[in-house]
């Protein structure tokens, strides 16, 4: 609370779910983006953005009845019907279609945030960023092993201690929804409920089936289904192909499968990180095969990225089939699990290096040294507090509150003798360096 005028103000506060960043907030975002960046350029992938704001129609009918009630509608003062974006992949389906002059396949990459009227607590944000990738214009299951390799290769960046990427297909779904004797077209209603399993449990699921109408029969089959889970993908698929066998879409479903892990052998993946899960549904709508799905035990965020094949969307925009496979990283969850885990330590800010100013008579050297640095593509802060009120223990107090890992004083002696006492707050060791070997001894230090 402030105190204003004799009177009790509230602080001013951002919508929930909705957050500001502090620069040591953003210097941790912007280190795990650098990270997850260097993956998919490392792979081949290319950075496009798209607006914010999206025409209603774009984005209508893409998500789900439950989908479609959690994005932001508004009207412009024209009486245009737009929607906040909420997520990248429709974006992107209505991007393809406007540039076919772009060559496919096409491999992007888009780090941008998305909006969704949701209920905000742990893990679940109003606003939050998604790191997408995506192939468009690849049929070939090639295309969603190397997905899984990317998926796999960014959580193995960010050095995860433990993580996981389930993999199921919707082509999966639709073989249990027909072995179930479902009526044709429930394969999305099955979908939808098997989405709950992780929030709301079996329990939650066979609730949210009971409008189909199951057997008891099939009531075993369904649960039979959803606890099958292996690293060993043929053990999994021959206990399911069993309890599938007889539905019309079982043969391509398993062959798909099959074809999908076989392109898998040859990324450099632990066995033990891939797991083949038939609980795992992805409740969107436009999902067509192959799904996959990360998450960090322990971390109590639920999934941290998600995705699949979706050879239908694009079709919507341009008129023609156009297959494509993508996943999307969820980086505040990221972020919630580094907080949550102390999975990695990080600088508090960018800057490197602190320029003391000593006195007066000083001056010319102090910028000297901030300007040559910055030239040699140091990040340098060179102290622009008050000195005559400010010295030498409130400038290093100023490092050591932003973190700050070297800090220059150079006094009249230093330079008369054209050198500088480099401070290493950490330790609190001080060396003294001459002005010419400098930059190769903070090379140096900032590599260890």
Known sequence: MLQSGGK?????????GMHDFTPEEMHKRNLIIEKIKKVFSTYGYEPIETPALEYWETLSGKYGDEGEKLIYRLT?????ELGLRYDLTVP????AASHPEIPRPFKRYQIQPVWRADKPQRGRFREFYQCDFDIVGSSSLAADAEIIAVLHDSFSSLAFADFKIRVNSRKLIRALAEKLNLAQGSELLLARA??????????GVLKETESLGLSSQMLKTLKDFLSIQSADFENALSSA????????STTLA??????????LKHYSIEKERVLLDFSLARGL????????????????????????????????????DVPATGASLGLDRIVTIFETLKSETFRKSTVEILVTRFSNETEEYSYKLANTLRRSGFSVDLYLGDISKKGLRAQLGYAQQKGIPFVLIA???????NKTQLKIMETGEQLEIPFESLHTKLKELLKT
């Open 194 to 203: 098997l989405d709950k399993l992780e929030r709301d449990g079996l329990e």
């Open 411 to 417: 006094g009249p002696d230093e330079v008369a003798h």
């Open 76 to 80: 412009d003062r024209g009486g245009r």
């Open 254 to 263: 398993f062959d798909e499968m099959r074809n999908l892990f076989s392109f």
């Open 8 to 16: 009790t103000e509230s602080t001013p506060q951002v919508p929930r």
């Open 285 to 320: 709508d436009y999902y067509t095969g192959p799904i996959f799905e990360a998450v960090v035990p322990g971390s109590g965020v639920g999934s941290v990225a998600g995705g699949g094949r979706y050879d239908t969307l694009l079709g919507i925009f341009s008129k023609e």
């Open 241 to 248: 192909a069993g309890l599938l066998r007889d539905a019309p």
């Open 92 to 95: 992107l389906a209505r991007f």
